[in-house]
């Protein structure tokens, strides 16, 4: 930790009122820096109370002990929850792995998320195991408008790289689309293509073989970009 760097817990009410058997939560959950605890792990913490005791435990223990009595929406909607904190983080943080494509670009997040888990939760509803937060425009920011619950595949159609499409047999599709039909890894199909390997190459390459690699470059015709 760096001289003069000043260390910020984070807080959350909602799981005030919350019981976990006899133990009433009776103040918001906070987190505190790694500088303070000494541990590479962030826990969360609350103020319980229990008749006339009152004590400090960890979340995590109470939910451990009492997995089906909490009702907060941190306990409740922790997928959401995490999405949100993120969301906040890659746009918040100028040291973020991701701060080149949020911060530094002047995404931002609206005034009705960024301060309130509960109005980005009630805006979004709830999120599946395998969707994530997704920006409809890329130029624009975080907002009830332009976002949306979405897996992987869907993502894809709405990246900043160029979106290829590739036509055969009087099928056109986008490359994603063709990757899911075929069965084959996008990422492993793209990774051919950035090879200088043609678009049908490969989709279809089964393996080294003594053939021409003429093919390989006689595919611009095949090829169509879309604007963002």
């Known amino acids: 930790m760096?001289?003069?760097?000043?260390l910020v817990p984070r807080f959350d009410t909602s799981v005030v009122g919350?019981?976990?058997g006899d133990d009433e939560v009776i103040g918001a959950a906070f987190r505190l820096?790694?500088?303070l605890t000494g541990?590479?792990?962030r826990h969360w913490f609350v103020v319980v109370r229990r008749s006339r005791d009152?004590?400090?435990?960890r979340l995590n223990y109470l939910r451990v002990l009492h997995p089906s009595t909490s009702t907060s929406r941190?306990?409740?909607n922790k997928r959401e929850y995490t999405s949100w904190r993120g969301m906040l983080e890659r746009c918040r943080n100028p040291k973020h792995d991701s701060a080149s494509r949020y911060s530094q670009r002047g995404i931002t997040v609206c005034d009705r998320w960024k301060d309130s888990f509960p109005n980005f939760l009630e805006?979004?509803?709830p999120r599946k195991d395998n969707e994530t937060i997704e920006r409809i425009d890329n130029n624009r920011g975080y907002e009830p408008s332009n976002c949306r619950w979405a897996t992987m595949k869907e993502q894809r159609r709405n990246q900043n790289s160029r979106l290829i499409w590739f036509e055969k047999d009087g099928l056109r599709m986008c490359l994603a689309d063709w990757c899911a039909r075929l069965n084959v890894p996008w990422g492993r199909v793209h990774q051919r293509i950035q090879r200088g390997r043609s678009i049908?190459?490969?989709l279809f390459w089964k393996g080294r073989t003594s053939h021409s690699s003429v093919a390989d470059r006689a595919d611009s015709a095949d090829v169509a970009t879309i604007k963002r």
């Open 2 to 6: 760096r001289k003069g760097t000043i």
């Open 33 to 35: 820096p790694v500088g």
């Open 123 to 125: 805006d979004t509803g």
């Open 200 to 202: 049908e190459a490969a």
């Open 54 to 57: 009152v004590r400090v435990v």
């Open 39 to 41: 541990s590479r792990q």
């Open 18 to 20: 919350d019981t976990y």
């Open 74 to 76: 941190l306990a409740l």
